[in-house]
């Protein structure tokens, strides 16, 4: 069992940055792969970012390609998401996930989640 708690969410003008932070609790986080998902209202949760245990591998979407980079501290039990050049578009909750069975591919189940953070671009 993991729990994960979002944070660093908030309002950005477009072209701004922030960076979300997915504090896990429980010794197993580091042999997780960990992802950021994302709902934009009236839309389906999309897939991000995701990183292996051990942070060798990332997967990102198209829409976020060269923008956003995902990253991990296993000794904090941290995951990360920088996110770079923001868009109105990029306006979403933001969710926080842990794959205990593979490598984060975007494909995978995800086992746990998050609550959620709050991320507004505004134009």
Avoid at 9 to 38: E, K
Wanted: hydrophobic share 30%; aromatic share 14%.
């Amino acid at each position: 069992q993991v729990q994960l708690v979002e944070s660093g969410g908030g309002l950005v003008q477009a072209g701004g940055s922030l960076r979300l932070s997915c504090a896990a609790s429980g010794r197993a986080f580091s042999s997780y792969a960990m992802g950021w998902f994302r709902q934009a209202p009236g839309k389906e949760r999309g897939f991000v970012a995701a990183i292996s245990w051990s942070g060798s591998s990332t997967y990102y979407a198209d829409s976020v390609k060269g923008r956003f980079t995902i990253s991990r501290d296993n000794g904090k039990n941290t995951v990360y998401l920088q996110m770079n050049s923001l868009k109105p578009e990029d306006t979403a909750v933001y969710y926080c996930a842990a794959d205990p069975w593979g490598d984060g591919s975007p494909g995978n189940k995800y086992g746990y989640w998050g609550q959620g953070t709050q991320v507004t671009v505004s134009s």
